[in-house]
């Protein structure tokens, strides 16, 4: 085993979250060492929100294209894949952290690269080196994509998201497990490629995570653009033909699904017994590390982002880090809350979305009044007519007269999530909303409509 080191805090992951923390642990006066496998940023800069934007926006553009004809003239759409994975490779500097090190480095903190593994709640093992944390440590070690165990599965050269983001051609027919966030997003901007699309969801609906309304309305969407969508129904196996080299996609109900290509976005797990968890008294069969309201795990230990189970999401991430930070360093504060979180699928439409679904609200046992809006009604959706499908729709805790959830479908869905987002986080009462004055014509103001929605449910 190699000489250690001491540190006030090590810290293990450097995604959004673990980044930023080491960054301002460092800026107050301690000595940091930040430890990671992969590259310094996470998933995030490299193959999740940002590189996946980047093509969703591209895909965006050919479908406004195919959206003049009736509306501004004729158009011709030829969808190109060259420039998309260009942008993407300079995006991710060719999938090179070496400017992020140079940037965690310029400010004081210690880059060590290598797999760590907890020793006890106040060190951590580095490919046989001992890293020591007088003060603190703080994982921010994440999650990494996970597959069912479907038959067949595992001898497939599948994708997952990142091989998704990197591919420099397009296959000319693909199969996605998982109809969630990813799936679906991933499954659109292929699409609209010229890539024939299946997607396969052993939920009854898409966004199963979501009001049932946003999966309905996706579907509806999918089924225009000519994406196949396979709802209710698991997969029984899976093999590559011997003949053509197709993907073979046996489901439940019988159905045979086949593509050039697998895209596997069935979910993302953290691997516990990876990280040593047990080293710090947690169970390392755990969907996610426990933390209090001040991301403590155990006496000297915080966690932060995907691995707490709060929600796979960059902004969750550095809001937490945020609390943690605070805590470590002995400032006040007022600890960590999720009733608001907000999250946004950024397929078109766009379906935003934050705090409690009615179904949720109704489990919790608050007396439940919800209300909605059709977005192609509202003033804004009538004159932006092609691509205007979405809805509102609040859930509002009659008992207290608040809003304790919200979803934003339609072109600007995850932008007037905002002002709904505000709304749930500051329990601001359902009749000030009702009182307020929504500019006109925009996408924002069919909040208004479905405010009075709502209120008329109150008679």
Not at 139 to 164: F, K
Not at 245 to 251: D, P, Q
Not at 330 to 356: K, M
Not at 361 to 381: E, H, I, K, N, Y
Request: charged share 20%.
């Amino acid at each position: 085993m190699g000489a250690g080191s001491t540190s006030d805090v090590v810290v293990v992951g450097l995604g959004p979250g673990g980044e930023d923390a080491a960054t301002k642990l460092a800026g107050a006066g301690l000595s940091v060492t930040a430890v990671d496998h992969g590259l310094v940023g996470g998933e995030c800069p490299y193959w999740g929100c940002v590189p996946s934007k980047m093509m969703i926006r591209a895909a965006n553009l050919l479908a406004e294209a195919r959206r003049v004809p009736g509306m501004a003239g004729r158009a011709e759409v030829v969808a190109d894949w060259a420039p998309v994975a260009g942008r993407v490779r300079e995006a991710t500097d060719g999938w090179d952290d070496r400017v992020a090190v140079e940037r965690l480095e310029g400010h004081g903190v210690r880059f060590v690269r290598g797999t760590a593994r907890l020793r006890d709640p106040g060190a951590v093992e580095v490919d046989g080196t001992v890293l020591e944390a007088r003060r603190a440590l703080l994982l921010d070690s994440g999650t990494g994509p996970w597959a069912p165990p479907v038959p067949g599965l595992d001898e497939l050269a599948y994708w997952t998201n990142r091989q998704a983001v990197e591919a420099e051609t397009l296959p000319a027919s693909l199969v996605v497990l998982g109809g969630g966030a990813i799936g679906a997003e991933l499954a659109q901007v292929f699409a609209r490629f010229g890539v024939e699309v299946s997607v396969v969801e052993v939920a009854d609906r898409l966004l199963a995570l979501e009001e049932p309304e946003a999966g309905a309305l996706l579907a509806e969407v999918f089924a225009e653009e000519g994406i196949a969508v396979h709802t209710g129904t698991g997969v029984a196996a899976a093999r590559r033909d011997a003949d053509d080299g197709a993907v073979v996609v046996e489901l439940a109900d019988g159905t045979v699904v086949r593509g050039e290509r697998l895209l596997v976005a069935t979910g993302r797990r953290p691997d516990l017994a990876a990280l040593g968890a047990a080293a710090i008294g947690v169970d390392e069969s755990a969907r996610a590390l426990p933390t209090d309201g001040h991301m403590r795990v155990v006496p000297g230990v915080w966690a932060v982002g995907d691995v707490t189970g709060k929600g796979a999401f960059t902004h969750m991430s550095m809001y937490q880090a945020a609390v943690a930070v605070d805590d470590i360093l002995g400032r006040p504060g007022t600890g960590a809350e999720y009733h608001a979180v907000p999250r946004v699928t950024f397929t078109d439409p766009e379906i935003g979305s934050v705090g409690l679904s009615e179904a949720q609200a109704r489990q919790a046992g608050m007396d439940v009044r919800t209300g909605s809006t059709q977005l192609p009604v509202s003033a804004r959706g009538w004159i932006h007519k092609a691509g205007n499908d979405g809805f509102v729709k609040l859930v509002e805790d009659a008992g207290r007269g608040v809003l304790v959830g919200a979803t934003s479908a339609g072109p600007c869905g995850g932008e007037v999530l905002s002002m709904l987002t505000l709304a749930v986080h500051a329990e601001v009462p359902v009749e000030t909303l009702a009182g307020m004055i929504y500019a006109y014509p925009t996408f924002h103001r069919a909040v208004e409509d479905a405010l009075r929605d709502l209120r008329s449910r109150q008679q």
